[in-house]
Every structure is written in structure tokens, then in C-alpha cells.
């Protein structure tokens, strides 16, 4: 039996009805809550869940801002956005904020059903990946792989799970010069325009994080990939 817990913070009565329902079908457990202030109370009283299912407009507290809130929590938690919207803005909000996925009503029951089996394989085998790993030295920096914290100077930065992921692999090859196909694949399973401008966002944010060691660089090189630099 599928045991997975998924949050599911959705206003609308009866798509919420129906969405969780199906789930239910699917062998899923399901906690449904109607505003987001309500699914924060859930997340911060039992945080057991596997995913989140957030709807992006909802009461008291929008889907965005109850994103931030998770993070806080559990920054390994994986989330996806439901929106009836679909404004580019908020895809790109969605994807800076670390969204596994963005789905935009409406859309099959199934494709949803199958989107939450593959992040939640993908999230529970980094997991399981990352506790057999060791403490990396990346420059300056030291990279826990079980904490997902990057140090330097006694300054610690807390990552998401696809940071970590992104980082392992690049420093996998580093030095090398790798296509955006092939980091889209084995990063994010997936290398469609979504997942493309997700990457654009990831990699910003690690040339934030290793900016005070200048022997790093990520490297963008056009129309081929990324190389990411470490001088010995």
C-alpha cells in the first residue's frame, strides 16, 4: 500500500473535494486544508508529510507566502503549485522559491498523480543517497551532503534538496565542460522549458553561495552548458 502523506492546501470546496478523493484512490493519505494559514497550522503541528500540493490563490495566506513559511520548517520538503493562472510572473516566483513542479488548471487528475510519484521517488532517493555520502571540500567551502549545509568562515547556508543535488553533481564533474541536456536529466529528470528556467534559478543562486571563494566560477557558455571551476 502507498503510504505517502501529501498536504494539500486547496480553497475551492469542490475541486478540493475531487482532487483529494482521487488521491485517496491512488492509495494516498491525504490532509486537505482550505487557506494557508490552516496548512501552516497542519505543517507546524505534524510535519509528517511527504509533498505539498499548494494552490496558489488561496484565503489568509496565498500559496507563495505559504511556501516561504514550509521552507523554514523543513527546507527538504518538496512542494508543487496549483494555479488557474498562468501568468508567467508566477512561474518564475514559483521556481525561485524552489517549486518541484507547476501545474496549471486545469489538468488531468493523472498527470498530477504521476508527477507527485516521481518527486517523491526522486526526493526519498536523495535522501537515502545523501545520508551514505561524507562532508565534501569544495574550495574554501565544505559541503555537509547529510545536513545540506555549505560552510565557509564559520558562515553556514542552509540548501534545498535540488541545491544539493545540483551541487553534487556539478562538483562530480568539475572542471569539466557539461551540456544542459545532461545536467536537466540527471538533475531534474526532465529537460523541458520548465525544468530549463528552474536550472537558470538554481545555478544564480549557487554563484551566490560560493562567491567568497574566487577560485570557483560557474561558467555559462552559450548554446552548450556549464562548467563549473575550482583553481587548485
Not at 133 to 153: A, C, M, P, S
Request: net charge positive; proline share 2%; aromatic share 10%.
Amino acid at each position: 500500500m502507498n503510504s505517502k502523506h501529501i498536504l494539500l492546501a486547496e480553497d475551492d470546496s469542490d475541486f478540493g473535494s475531487i482532487l483529494k478523493q482521487y488521491l485517496e484512490m491512488n492509495q494516498y493519505q491525504v490532509t486537505w486544508k482550505k487557506d494557508g494559514k490552516a496548512a501552516l497550522l497542519s505543517i507546524k503541528n505534524k510535519n509528517d508529510f511527504d509533498i505539498c500540493v499548494l494552490d496558489v490563490m488561496m484565503p489568509k495566506m496565498d500559496g507563495f507566502s505559504l511556501a516561504n513559511e514550509i521552507i523554514k520548517i523543513n527546507p527538504e520538503m518538496p512542494f508543487i503549485f496549483l494555479t488557474a493562472r498562468k501568468m508567467k510572473e508566477d512561474k518564475i516566483k514559483g521556481l525561485k522559491l524552489g517549486a518541484d513542479d507547476y501545474i496549471v488548471k486545469p489538468f488531468e487528475a493523472d498527470e498530477l498523480v504521476l508527477r507527485l510519484q516521481n518527486i517523491i521517488k526522486r526526493s526519498h532517493h536523495n535522501v537515502t543517497t545523501t545520508k551514505t555520502n561524507l562532508v565534501l571540500k569544495i574550495g574554501k567551502y565544505t559541503f555537509d551532503t547529510h545536513r545540506l549545509e555549505l560552510e565557509i568562515n564559520n558562515k553556514k547556508q542552509q540548501l534545498t534538496e535540488k541545491e544539493s543535488d545540483l551541487i553534487n553533481y556539478l562538483f562530480q564533474y568539475k572542471n569539466t565542460l557539461l551540456k544542459r541536456d545532461e545536467i536537466l536529466i540527471n538533475v531534474w529528470k526532465n529537460d523541458d522549458f520548465f525544468s530549463g528556467r528552474s536550472m537558470d534559478v538554481f545555478i544564480s543562486r549557487l554563484r551566490k553561495y560560493f562567491k567568497e571563494d574566487s577560485n570557483i566560477s560557474i561558467k555559462s557558455i552559450r548554446g552548450i552548458g556549464l562548467e563549473f571551476k575550482i583553481l587548485e
